[in-house]
């Protein structure tokens, strides 16, 4: 017996010994989260960041929640905001907006400049559109493509829904911005004060006439603010009313990303321009931007379909002047001129 007993207790001191590291382990956590440190070097090295050290760090700033507004500091790189104004100049037409039918209309509310580009047009804009997917919560084949404008001065976006009532709705938008504008051009929502924090009007500001005594965000390179066009429980959010303020001094760059409830246009999410036989190119050039363009044209689209044909079809349409080659400046802003195109300067695109 005495021999069991030994043996017994051999057994057990054993097993202690093997538990030891997992229940014993001054690493082990001893709250969900902490292991009892109270002190880092590296800890405090990060909070003892200096202001200028810290501004390229993204981060998400909460401005409103009547409305749902956000902030994303540092969402863009210099270089993402260059290769989207880049990517989307040539292409850069009078906005419209949508009409009563859903087609596009030219209207005074609106006087920007716009162009869209498919949310999978290369690697770097399919990058940024995941992130905006990452922050929102809902996959990338959820928002539509991606809708660059340019405001001058005085140019504006009156005040409007995002949210279009149909199966699958607006539920979010994300605004990026591109350029620094020097005064203007804030993103206000005329019928909300109501500040998370009263001070971020000081902070976030200087703002224009238009955008005083609102919920505001002045434009800032590399920023992005998202705000919710409906409720958590799935209604509209009438405090989602927004304008683009008139731009008073400089110019202003934004990508529109709207993010709907469920997949949007899914099938055509998976088509590249060059699957869908759509070219870059400048139209300003009287170059033909389709594969389809000579085919159409015999079919007699360019007036049949006008609007879309003499910008994507000027060669086939004989709607352009042929050009000398790409560095006739002079002859490419006379046919975009003649085609409604924006005349754009390329030291602006770098800005």
């Known amino acids: 017996m005495l021999a069991k007993f030994f043996a017994l207790t051999f057994l057990v001191l054993v097993g202690l010994v093997a538990l030891r590291p997992a229940a014993f382990d001054v690493e082990e956590e001893r709250l969900i989260g902490w292991k ?13 960041l200096t202001v200028s050290e810290a501004e390229g760090i993204p981060w998400v700033e909460t401005v409103s929640w009547n409305p ?3 902030i994303y500091h540092n969402f863009l790189t210099d270089a993402e905001c260059r290769h989207i104004k880049r990517t989307a100049a040539p292409m850069m037409k009078r906005s419209s907006v949508v ?4 087609s596009s209309v030219l209207d005074t509310i609106r006087t920007s400049y716009g162009t869209f580009i498919r949310r999978r047009h290369d690697p770097v804009v399919e990058r940024v559109l995941r992130r905006v997917a990452a922050w929102t919560k809902a996959p990338p084949e959820n928002q539509e493509d991606l809708q660059v404008l340019r405001y001058g001065p005085g140019q504006k976006y009156g005040a409007h829904m995002d949210s279009l009532i149909d199966d699958s709705p607006r539920m979010a938008t994300v605004l990026l911005y591109l350029h620094d504008t020097e005064f ?3 993103t206000a ?12 009007a000081a902070s976030l500001g200087p703002f224009s006439e238009c955008a005083q005594g609102r919920v505001a965000f002045r434009p800032k390179k590399g920023d992005a603010l998202m705000f919710w066009s409906i409720k958590p429980d799935g209604t509209h959010d009438p405090l989602s009313l927004h304008t683009g303020c008139p731009v008073v001094r400089g110019v202003k760059w934004t990508a529109t990303s709207w993010v709907h409830s469920m997949p949007y246009n899914y ?3 998976f088509k590249t321009a060059a699957q869908a036989g759509e070219h870059d190119g400048e139209p300003g050039a009287c170059a033909d931007l389709h594969d389809m363009c000579e085919h159409w044209a015999r079919m007699g689209e360019c007036s049949k379909n006008a609007v879309y044909m003499e910008s994507h079809c000027g060669r086939s349409c004989g709607s352009c002047e042929p050009c000398a080659g790409p560095d006739d400046l002079a002859c490419i802003n006379r046919n975009r001129e003649k085609l409604g195109f924006m005349v754009y300067d390329n030291i602006e695109l770098d800005a």
């Not at 009892?36 to 003892?48: C, D, L, P, V």
């Not at 929502?189 to 971020?200: E, I, K, R, V």
């Open 36 to 48: 009892g440190e109270t002190y880092s070097q590296a800890a405090s090295e990060e909070w003892s």
């Open 68 to 70: 749902r507004v956000f």
């Open 99 to 102: 009409g009563t039918n859903g």
């Open 184 to 186: 203007g051009g804030e």
């Open 189 to 200: 929502f005329p019928d909300s004060g109501n500040w998370l924090d009263p001070s971020l």
């Open 267 to 269: 099938d055509d999410y």
